[in-house]
């Protein structure tokens, strides 16, 4: 089961997933609980106040980390369509 094409396919494609959303989400949950304990010290209830630092921080950290994304998608794109054209066996 382990050398099935399928399933090591989704695997890696799963590890990618993860491998690419760790930044953003890590982000965001810096940035949410910093504003949260903010919020609660000054007692300030805006639920407006909390949406451009997470823009903000999203834009930073996405255009910091947007190249590296690509490379990792642009490679594991690149190799399963090798993959595909290994299984197809291309005899012509």
């Known amino acids: 089961m382990a050398d099935d094409p399928t399933t090591l396919a989704l ?3 799963l590890w990618l997933a993860l491998h690419l959303a760790w930044p953003p989400l890590l982000a965001m949950l810096a940035i ?3 504003i949260s304990v903010l919020q609660a010290v000054t007692q300030i209830q ?3 106040l909390a949406f451009l630092p997470k823009v903000v921080v ?3 950290v996405l255009l910091l ?3 590296a994304m ?3 998608m642009q490679g594991y794109a690149a ?3 090798t993959r595909i054209v290994a ?3 291309a005899t012509r």
């Open 79 to 81: 190799q399963l369509f």
């Open 46 to 48: 805006e639920a407006t």
């Open 65 to 67: 980390t947007g190249p």
């Open 58 to 60: 999203m834009a930073a």
């Open 70 to 72: 690509t490379v990792a």
């Open 87 to 89: 299984l197809g066996g």
């Open 11 to 13: 695997r890696e494609a």
């Open 32 to 34: 949410g609980l910093v």
